[in-house]
């Protein structure tokens, strides 16, 4: 089991920065991959970045430039620097983790944190 908990949202203007920060405990050992999801008021969870335990990343188009996505296997941490925030970044995020597959689909991972609210203004 791996217990999976999110923080560093908040309320920032278009333009600005945040860094989340997802921290694993537990069974972390062998986690293969660890990912960000969002989820927007209304709309369907979106795979954001993931990477993989050898350092293999993926983003979706609409952040690509703007996020990085890291982990600390030794703090057994991940993170996401979001620069450049727009109003549609808006959304609760979400940290996700899994033993065996690396992929934006979400049905894929099978830990899941709580989520951490990130809200751009205009």
């Known amino acids: 089991q791996v217990r999976l908990v999110e923080s560093g949202g908040g309320s920032v203007q278009a333009g600005g920065s945040l860094r989340l920060s997802c921290a694993a405990s537990?069974?972390?050992?062998?986690?293969?991959?660890m990912g960000w999801f969002r989820q927007a008021p209304g709309k369907e969870r979106e795979g954001v970045a993931i990477i993989a335990r050898g350092g293999r990343v993926s983003y979706t188009d609409s952040v690509k430039g703007r996020f990085t996505i890291s982990r600390d296997n030794a703090q057994n941490t991940l993170y996401l620097q979001m620069n450049s925030l727009r109003p549609e970044d808006t959304a609760l995020y979400y940290c996700?983790?899994?033993?065996?597959?690396?992929?934006?689909?979400?049905?894929?991972?099978?830990?899941w944190g709580q989520g951490t609210q990130v809200t751009v203004s205009s």
């Open positions: 996700a983790a899994d033993y065996n597959r690396c992929s934006m689909e979400g049905a894929n991972f099978d830990y």
């Open positions: 537990g069974y972390t050992y062998s986690l293969y991959c």
